[in-house]
């Protein structure tokens, strides 16, 4: 149980192009998602918290109209890079939260993303 | 602030000898403390977790660690490596009182066991 997805598992995308990355939580209901950064060799950054059915909470420093967060429902997020450039690339990681559990978060398999 | 340190960058371990992992936290109150294993371009996995009660926490793979308040550490160790334990390590801390659910991770040590 406590299965996380993310589609596609890599995409490369030309500069001034959106990208959309999915997030889903394939056998529970995923109140709250989160979307990372984590660059070569570098830890996580946590970029936003998306709760479902409202707006994402950003981090600062996260640009909210680059970085467009949707939670629409409990089982899916989607994270759409804007107008992406060369300095996007990276390896994206959602995570997500059940109602149930208050303390793991349950992390999909990431996403990179090259930008040309 | 609240923060997470891994002091180590690499860990080298020969395979059937015990590792370490190390982790020290500086957050208020008594926190969350998990660990989680990267293998290449592949998401985090959950390890184990410190929430509550005894201070030694068995996890997956063999996997355990001791949370010591005193030392406000969190170390990982396992008895007896194995090679397919080679891998990137975080260690991650939920402040107490953290409403978002935020999870601060450590930077990461990368472990290397040789045969």
């Known amino acids: 149980g406590a299965v996380v997805s993310q589609h596609p598992s890599w995409v490369i995308c030309k500069s001034g192009t959106s990208v959309k990355i999915e997030c889903r939580s394939l056998?529970?209901?995923?109140?709250?998602m989160f979307w990372y950064r984590q660059f070569p060799k570098q830890s996580l950054m946590l970029m936003a918290t998306s709760n479902e059915g409202s707006k994402a909470t950003y981090e600062q420093g996260v640009e909210k109209d680059k970085f467009l967060i949707n939670h629409a429902s409990l089982t899916l997020s989607t994270l759409t890079v804007t107008s992406a450039h060369p300095e996007d690339s990276s390896f994206y990681i959602c995570?997500?939260?059940?109602?149930?559990?208050?303390?793991?978060?349950?992390f999909g398999p990431g996403t990179r993303l090259t930008v040309t | 602030a609240q923060s997470v340190a891994q002091p180590e960058d690499q860990v080298n371990v020969a395979e059937g000898n015990p590792l370490t992992v190390k982790c020290t936290y500086s957050?208020?109150?008594?926190?969350?403390l998990f660990w989680y294993v990267q293998y290449p371009n592949r998401g985090l996995q959950f390890l184990l977790k410190?929430?509550?009660?005894?201070?030694l926490v068995k996890g997956s793979y063999g996997f355990e660690a001791e949370f010591n308040k005193s030392q406000t550490s969190f170390h990982l160790k396992k008895p007896s490596a194995l090679v397919s334990d080679s891998a990137l390590y975080f260690c991650?801390?939920?402040?107490?009182?953290?409403?978002?659910?935020?999870?601060?991770f450590g930077s990461g040590t990368r472990l290397s066991i040789r045969p």
């Open positions: 957050v208020s109150g008594n926190p969350y």
């Open positions: 410190y929430i509550t009660g005894d201070n």
């Open positions: 995570s997500a939260r059940s109602g149930r559990s208050i303390y793991e978060q349950y």
């Open positions: 056998d529970f209901q995923a109140t709250t």
């Open positions: 991650a801390v939920r402040p107490l009182y953290s409403s978002a659910s935020k999870i601060i």
